[in-house]
């Protein structure tokens, strides 16, 4: 499994149901979605269609985490790709559901 930083946002990869898996790890800021869109892109272009993110252990400060994540399925679709989100709260998925409709994204 290999791992990445950014700043204090960690990713790692791995497999989810023979799709390639991106775990993402503590807090997010504004910049490191760039690495995550950076992961996502190498991907998709190298073949994987589906991408599945683990949110899990994600600390959910704020806005930014959302909107992270909503660009890395923006840049998944933009690719002709799928997104299998994979969380665990109820307080995160509501509050990922209206970043999403702020963001016009479905899932």
């Given at each position: 499994?290999l791992?990445?930083?950014?700043g ?9 149901e ?20 950076s ?13 599945a993110?683990?949110v ?5 400060n704020?806005?930014c985490?959302y ?19 994979i969380k ?12 999403r409709?702020a963001h016009?994204?479905h899932?």
């Amino acid at each position: 499994m290999l791992s990445e930083r950014a700043g204090s946002l960690k990713i790692r990869e791995g497999s989810y149901e023979g799709h390639p898996l991106l775990i993402l790890d503590g807090d997010c800021g504004q910049d490191q979605g760039e690495v995550l869109q950076s992961k996502i892109s190498k991907l998709v272009s190298g073949g994987d269609k589906t991408i599945a993110i683990d949110v899990r252990n994600l600390h959910f400060n704020g806005v930014c985490c959302y909107s992270i994540i909503a660009k890395a399925h923006r840049e998944i679709l933009k690719l002709g790709g799928n997104l299998i989100l994979i969380k665990e709260t109820q307080n995160a998925t509501s509050k990922a559901h209206r970043v999403r409709r702020a963001h016009g994204d479905h899932y």
